[in-house]
C-alpha cells in the first residue's frame, strides 16, 4: 500500500481513539499487518496487548504455623572413596589425503534447431539420451507425433482420466 499523508493521519487518528489493528485495516482497507508495520515504523505508542491482561492480585499469604515435618533420619556414615583410575583417549592422528582438483566434465550436446523436433528421449545424463530431431512442425518445437502428445486438450485429458 502507498501511505499517503491523509491515509497516515487517518491511521493516527483511529489508532489514538484505541482502535484495534484488525478494525484499523478494515476501515481502511488494508491488512491488519499493514497497519501493525506502519504503525511501527511511525512509532505509534504501544498498546496493552489484549492478549496478555494484567497480573492477577497478589494471593493472600496464609498465615499461623507450618506443619512440623518428621526427623530426619541421621545420616549414613559417609564411606572413603576409591579413587578410580582415570581413563584419558588420546585422538589419534589423521592422515589427511591430498583432495584432487574436480575434473570439467564436457559432454557433447546434440544440436537442436528450430527445424527440428526437441522431444527428449531417454533418461538425461545417460549414454543413450537424445532428442527426436526429426522435422518440427512449423511455429512448434515438436514434430506431429510428439505434439500431439505434448498438446493435449483439457477435455481430452479429463475422458483419459475417468
Known sequence: MDWTTESID???????????????????????????????????????SPIRRDPA????????????????????????????????????????????????????FPRVSAKTCCWPLGEPGTEGFHFCCAGAMPGKPYCTEHAALAYVRVKDRREDAA
Do not use: Y
Open 10 to 48: 487517518r491511521l493516527r487518528a483511529l489508532w489514538a481513539e484505541g482502535h484495534s489493528t484488525a478494525e484499523i485495516g478494515r476501515r481502511m482497507g488494508v491488512s491488519k499487518n499493514a497497519v501493525v508495520g506502519k504503525a511501527h515504523r511511525l512509532q505509534l505508542p504501544a498498546r496493552p
Open 57 to 108: 492480585a497478589p494471593r493472600p499469604v496464609a498465615t499461623g504455623r507450618r506443619p512440623t515435618l518428621p526427623p530426619l533420619r541421621a545420616a549414613m556414615p559417609s564411606m572413603p572413596r576409591r579413587e578410580e583410575p582415570r581413563i584419558v583417549i588420546a585422538a589419534a592422528p589423521v592422515a589427511v589425503a591430498p583432495v584432487p582438483k574436480p575434473v570439467a566434465v564436457v559432454r557433447a
